[in-house]
């Protein structure tokens, strides 16, 4: 074994040899896979090997439609076949609400360059005549879906690898990792020390371990699954006979079932809802090439409706039960990424569909490693996307809630129960027992999302479509607009960051100017790329101290960026100290024309309209408690930020409810909040602006000073503004009829045959295009599904219309009763505000839209600064 490496890669699943692959292939030869025993050794070798690219996440779906893309490849250059079977797959729903969903799913794929399409239980029961359709009420057909061999797709990487370089170490553990003062890392394994520059944790079953190894406790568990493998089934033998064909993939929500062919039989797994997890505390080194005890009786619910929809599998005889552990995070996405508080340590596990992620994945992190950026937008994967409330026993509930949804809807008005409440607020119970609060997540902590009538039982009816909370939102809304709201604000980020370099690092890092003392700025964030990574309310509360708020569930993201751009061994004035609140500061807004009355009821200081102005910061007692207080708020009216230490919040929540009554104060929640920066056309971090988007793109132009010529990102934003942004994001009213957007709908418009080539959602990679009966279709076997009828190709036109952008996030506009919606548009069509030119499709129905440049709510922003 080599003494050192560039990177160490610990690991030799098929997402440990993805990454090893992909490092190699960006240069680094000199890297170091090290497998405790063979390849394979952990979940990898008994997986069903199926895959395909859907994904609740665009962006992840795109990291699968890569992963396929890329097994020709690495069995080009390795000569081990994957055993690729692309059959294509149906995906069938059993009632109006699956319908709605895959037809969402349908939609994204318009934007994604994905060729999905809505088909009949009929015409799915001829791809698969195994299933009784009267069960169903629709499908939707993905062509690009099937199944491989999960070990040779596993060496196939490796092998690959190898021929660029690398070297892989067989039947030897890391026991230990150390890291020296210069940030050299010491794997210590059975057979020796290797030190390396980087370690990456492809763990899989282990990977808490090996996080253990550096004081992490990565929040992932294994959980026990099965599927069984039928006899040979003359059915089948019949059908791959009249056709020539393989059958296809079904996935069967209603049962929690997926199953295909399997040779001449078939296979079927199930996502049970008697979810079982699998060492939960932590996994025995000598696990290996075992299976676990089936349990049919786990499984027997799923099974019943399985006979149910997919008869002929009754009478067939079952050859071999497979129950294996693998492994999950809390939401079911994969951890991956550089870990906050470490240097070049960076997980890439807790991956639970190997074969459908484990290129993507690999493609991100090794861009990531060798570049210092994934290269396009891996939020839904990032291990930066959970906090220290994502502790073992949190993951337990949450692993096993995923677990049996897998194969559930999830609305977007749904909030999940397990693991809940984590964290609260000193007024919780304030919320939820007096004021009858819906409460939502946010990012561990409970939040108000909306208030139900006293004697009403305080839940949302989930659904696609507006429900229950749409008047009770819409008569918040109207309190603070015509007089004045409270809510809790704790779910921000907060960050204080002083010292002699504090100006010059926010300075360095953020694109706006620093504000003087007392005074606010609103300020994004650049990468190197030039793309927006940050969105921030900068506060200077003096000459050496800023506060900073941000977006609560980007807190460890960005801490890992903050540190990162620390200064290093400088001079005393480069110091910069830097403090996440978290929930020891929370706070209240008041907003609406009358917040200013209550607010000066509560204070000794002069906030009148000339003594506190619009974006100004100071720090005063509020209700006799320290606070600081900003002069802005999300609604875009007047209002006010009021923040304090949690021992206070209760005091001056109370005070604001009393100072607030004889103006008719109201208690407003999120999603009131979230309606009132609609009609203001603000933009939502993580919706609107995300790491794919330049700060032109994204509108934010105005906090962009190019002048200062010396922030992170600063060369590409000033090329996107040379250039002209090729997109823009833009605010849309709608007509809808009883559904408002989500996000993520196709926009179309009306532009005859022009062609906008540049529709598809960025992401930094090129574009994986599917042509049904192209290449990639016809490598199904034995013919399978492939589709060659161009017909059958749903593209991005339909006659003069064309999908030109996608939607990032809307909703109802109570003040101004309008539906309206955000996204993305190529630049030139950004600015035409004609009727009859676009449309956005909700639940499969285009619904006409007008661009709306100017906000419908006081576009010259009066209120706000009034
Ligand atoms: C029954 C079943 C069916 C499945 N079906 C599918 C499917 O159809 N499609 C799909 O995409 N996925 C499927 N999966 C999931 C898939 O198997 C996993 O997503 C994938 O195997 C994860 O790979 P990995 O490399 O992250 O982890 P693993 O395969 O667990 O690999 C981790 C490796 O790291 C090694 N290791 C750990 N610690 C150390 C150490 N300290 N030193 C040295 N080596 C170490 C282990 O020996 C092991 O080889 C299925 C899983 C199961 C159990």
């Avoid at 839940?459 to 309190?479: L, P, Q, T, W």
């Avoid at 002069?631 to 604001?656: C, F, K, N, S």
């Amino acid at each position: 074994m080599k003494s050192h490496a560039k990177a160490v890669v610990i690991g030799g699943g098929v997402v440990g040899c993805s990454v090893l692959y992909h490092l190699a292939r960006a240069g680094w030869a000199d890297v170091l896979l090290i497998e405790r025993s063979e390849l394979t050794s952990g979940s990898s070798w008994h997986a069903a090997g199926g895959f395909h690219t859907l994904n609740g996440d665009p962006n992840v779906a795109k990291l699968q439609a890569y992963t396929v893309q890329l097994y020709r490849e690495i069995e080009e250059l390795s000569g081990q076949s994957c055993g690729l079977h692309l059959t294509g797959g149906v995906m069938m729903a059993d009632s109006p609400e699956r319908m709605d969903f895959l037809r969402l799913a349908h939609a994204k794929g318009r934007y994604l360059g994905m060729e999905t399409e809505l088909i009949t239980p009929s015409e799915a029961k001829a791809m698969f005549p195994l299933m009784d359709e009267t069960n169903f009420v629709g499908a939707m057909w993905d062509p690009v879906e099937g199944h491989l061999d999960p070990s040779g797709t596993t060496h196939a990487y490796a092998r690959a690898a190898r021929k660029l370089g690398a070297e892989i170490e067989l039947r030897n553990r890391v026991v230990e990792l150390t890291q020296e003062a210069d940030g050299t890392w010491n794997v210590v394994t059975e057979k020796g020390t290797v030190k390396a520059e980087h370690v990456v944790n492809c763990g899989g079953l282990w990977a808490r371990e090996v996080g253990r190894m550096v004081g992490l406790e990565l929040p992932l568990l294994a959980m026990e699954h099965m599927y069984l493998l039928t006899e040979p089934m003359p059915e089948v033998e019949e059908f791959n006979r009249a056709t020539g064909r393989e059958m296809v993939g079904v996935i069967d929500f209603k049962g929690e079932i997926y199953t295909r062919q399997e040779r001449n039989g078939i296979l079927l797994g199930t996502y049970e809802k008697a979810a079982k997890p699998w060492s939960e505390h932590e996994t025995p080194w000598d696990f290996g090439h075992e299976l676990l005890q089936p349990d049919i009786d786990r499984i027997s619910p799923s099974l019943e409706v399985g006979f149910r929809h997919f008869p002929a599998l009754e009478n067939a005889g079952i050859k071999q039960v497979i129950n294996g552990p693998f492994t999950f995070a809390p939401d079911g996405n994969p951890l991956v990424g550089p870990v906050q508080g470490l240097t070049n340590f960076w997980c890439a596990c807790a991956v639970m569909a190997g074969f459908s992620q484990g290129g993507g994945v690999g493609l991100a992190l090794s861009n990531w490693m060798v570049n210092g950026d994934p290269g396009f937008d891996v939020w839904g994967m990032d291990v930066a996307r959970f906090g220290e409330w994502a502790t073992l026993r949190y993951t337990n509930a949450k692993v096993r809630e995923n677990y049996s949804r897998r194969f559930s809807i999830r609305f977007p008005n749904e909030e999940l129960p397990a693991a809940r409440p984590a964290q609260t607020t000193p007024l919780y119970d304030v919320m939820v027992r007096d004021n009858n609060a819906v409460m939502g997540d946010s990012w561990g902590l409970e939040t108000p999302l909306w208030f139900a009538p006293k004697g009403t039982e305080p839940k949302d009816i989930v659904s696609f479509h507006r429900s229950n909370d749409f008047e009770h939102v819409g008569g918040e809304v109207r309190a603070v607009r015509n007089g004045v709201g409270v809510t809790e604000i704790a779910n921000f980020a907060k960050y204080a960051v002083s010292g002699p370099g504090a100006a010059a690092f926010l300075d360095r890092l953020m694109t706006n100017r620093m504000p003087k003392t007392g005074r606010i700025v609103l300020s994004p964030m650049l990468n190197e790329f030039g793309k927006l990574i940050g969105d921030f309310t900068i506060a200077r509360a003096g000459e050496e101290r800023f506060m900073v708020w941000g977006s609560s569930a980007a807190q460890v993201y960005h801490m890992r960026w903050f540190e990162k751009h620390l200064p290093k061994d400088g001079p005393r004035d480069s110091e910069v100290r830097i403090h996440r609140f978290d929930q020891t500061l929370v706070g209240l807004s008041i907003a609406g024309p009358k917040s200013r009355e209550v607010l000066e009821k509560l204070v000794d200081t002069d906030v009148s309209r000339g003594a506190f102005r619009f974006m100004d910061f100071r720090e005063m007692a509020v209700a006799g408690a320290p606070s600081m207080v900003n002069r802005l708020t999300y609604t875009g009216d007047l209002g006010y930020e009021i923040w304090m230490p949690p021992a206070y919040q209760r005091r001056v929540y109370e005070g604001i409810k009393e100072a607030g009554a004889e103006f008719g104060i109201v208690d407003f929640g999120m999603r009131a909040l979230l309606s009132m920066r609609l009609e203001k056309n603000f933009p939502t971090w993580f919706r609107e602006l995300r790491p794919i988007y330049g700060p032109f793109e994204g509108a934010m132009e105005r906090f962009v000073k190019l002048e200062k010529n010396d922030f992170i990102g600063y060369e590409a934003a000033a090329r996107e503004k040379a250039k002209g942004p090729r997109l823009r994001r833009v605010s849309f009213i709608v007509e809808a009829l009883d559904a408002d957007v989500m996000g993520d709908e196709p926009i179309w418009a009306k532009v005859g045959k022009k062609d906008f080539g540049t529709v598809e959602k960025p992401h930094g990679f090129g574009a994986p295009r599917f042509t049904a009966g192209g290449a990639a279709v016809q490598r199904s076997e034995g013919g399978g599904a492939s589709r060659e009828d161009p017909a059958h190709i749903r593209g991005i036109a339909d006659g003069e219309w064309r999908v030109v952008g996608w939607v990032t996030s809307g909703g109802y506009a109570h003040f101004v009763e309008k539906s309206m919606a955000q996204g993305y548009l190529p630049a030139e069509l950004a600015e035409d505000e004609s009727e009859g030119l676009f449309e956005i499709e909700i639940l499969g129905q285009r619904r006409p839209a007008r661009i709306n440049l100017l906000p419908p709510f006081d576009p010259e922003g009066e209120r706000m600064r009034g």
